[in-house]
C-alpha cells in the first residue's frame, strides 16, 4: 500500500484479500472501496457484496444501474485507488434523465392526433351503420 500524491494505492492482489463479511473491499472504476461498515445497510443485501468482495465490481455495479444518490455515498466508503500498471479504463454509465423537456413538438402531437381521429373514425362509422 503506497502513497502516490497522498492517495493510497493498492495492486488487485492486495485487495483480493479483503473478501470476507468482516472485512470486504471492491474495486470500481480503478477505485477501492472498503465496504464492511456497509454490508448491513446495502439495500440489495450484504450478499451481493460479499460476492463481490476482493474483486473487480465495476460491471456489476453498473449493470444495477445505481442512482446518483448510492454514488455519491461511494466517497465515504473510499480507501485509495488501484496502482497505475493495474488500471482498466470502463467507462461510466450515466443514468437517464426523465425530464419531460425533452419532448419535441412532433412527438407530443403525435400522441393527442392519432387518438382524436380515431375518434372521429369511430363516430363517422357509428353514425352511418346507426343512422342516428
Request: hydrophobic share 35%.
Amino acid at each position: 500500500m503506497a502513497a502516490e500524491g497522498g492517495i493510497k494505492v493498492f495492486t488487485r492482489e492486495e485487495v483480493s484479500k479483503h473478501n470476507t463479511n468482516k472485512n470486504t473491499w471492491l474495486i470500481i472504476h480503478n477505485n477501492v472501496y472498503d465496504v464492511s461498515e456497509f454490508l448491513n445497510e446495502h439495500p440489495g443485501g450484504e450478499e451481493v457484496l460479499i460476492e463481490q468482495g476482493g474483486k473487480e465490481a465495476t460491471e456489476s455495479f453498473e449493470d444495477v444501474g445505481h442512482s446518483s444518490d448510492a454514488r455519491e455515498m461511494m466517497a465515504k466508503y473510499k480507501i485509495g485507488e488501484l496502482v497505475e500498471a493495474e488500471r482498466t479504463n470502463v467507462p461510466e454509465k450515466s443514468e437517464p434523465t426523465w425530464n419531460a423537456d425533452q419532448k419535441t413538438e412532433d412527438s407530443s402531437m403525435r400522441s393527442w392526433l392519432l387518438p382524436l381521429v380515431l375518434g372521429l373514425l369511430a363516430t363517422v362509422l357509428y353514425r352511418y351503420f346507426f343512422k342516428v
